[in-house]
T-cell receptor, first 115, second 115 residues
Framework: GENVEQHPSTLSVQEGDSAVIKCTYS??????FPWYKQELGKGPQLIID?????GEKKDQRIAVTLNKTAKHFSLHITETQPEDSAVYFC??????????????FGQGTILTVHP | NAGVTQTPKFQVLKTGQSMTLQCAQDMNHEYMSWYRQDPGMGLRLIHYSVGAGITDQGEVPNGYNVSRSTTEDFPLRLLSAAPSQTSVYFC???WGQGFGGYGYTFGSGTRLTVV
């Protein structure tokens, strides 16, 4: 089955700096890659996603890049703010055809943004 | 508000007791799943369902049972609680194949402690 590795496990930055979280996946059939943000005491929330036919996607201060050949994808947060502090999860899923495709998650990254 | 509703939010059980965690969604999603979240382990899939009457096992199914009699509801049953089942449980739903958007919507979680 799919295996998703996420690094780093913790990341500490100063407000205004950029933060990058990296993930690798093992199943070449995976074609959908979402990122989730989880705040304390809440469920994960989808913040951005990318399909395998796209190399990069941006939404304001958040961007995701995908390298299908190397089977890795990354989350980039620019101009970080204290409210970006949370746990971030990457995930991979096979979609299309007759398979509903389970979502496999990375281990999570605790991001702390210091004012 | 449309979304995924989980009850209860908190529960303490004694070893050997049984209980049911409730999950309901009002978005007409075909796909529903249960995850458990443990420190350093990310989110691990327990059971999932691709539609009413259809369920399957995930990564860590032992000690848990599910059923899906309606599109809206997907309860998780702990048959005989063990301390190893102390965790935070999340229910999530999404569209199945053929619909736009593959992101999951998560509930707010149930924090379970088994003593």
């Amino acid at each position: 089955g799919e295996n998703v590795e996420q690094h780093p496990s913790t990341l500490s930055v100063q407000e205004g700096d950029s933060a990058v979280i990296k993930c690798t996946y093992s199943d070449s059939a995976s074609n959908y890659f979402p990122w989730y943000k989880q705040e304390l005491g809440k469920g994960p929330q989808l913040i951005i996603d990318i399909r395998s036919n796209v190399g990069e996607k941006k939404d304001q201060r958040i961007a995701v890049t995908l390298n299908k050949t190397a089977k890795h994808f990354s989350l980039h947060i620019t101009e970080t703010q204290p409210e970006d502090s949370a746990v971030y999860f990457c995930a991979a899923r096979v979609t299309g055809g007759t398979s509903y495709g389970k979502l496999t998650f990375g281990q999570g990254t605790i991001l702390t943004v210091h004012p | 508000n449309a979304g995924v509703t989980q009850t209860p939010k908190f529960q303490v059980l004694k070893t050997g007791q049984s209980m049911t965690l409730q999950c309901a969604q009002d978005m007409n999603h075909e796909y529903m799943s249960w995850y458990r979240q443990d420190p350093g382990m990310g989110l691990r899939l327990i059971h999932y369902s691709v539609g009413a009457g259809i369920t399957d096992q995930g990564e860590v199914p032992n000690g848990y049972n599910v059923s899906r009699s309606t599109t809206e509801d997907f309860p998780l049953r702990l048959l005989s609680a063990a301390p190893s089942q102390t965790s935070v449980y999340f229910c999530a739903s999404s569209w199945g194949q053929g619909f736009g958007g593959y992101g999951y919507t998560f509930g707010s979680g149930t924090r379970l402690t088994v003593v």
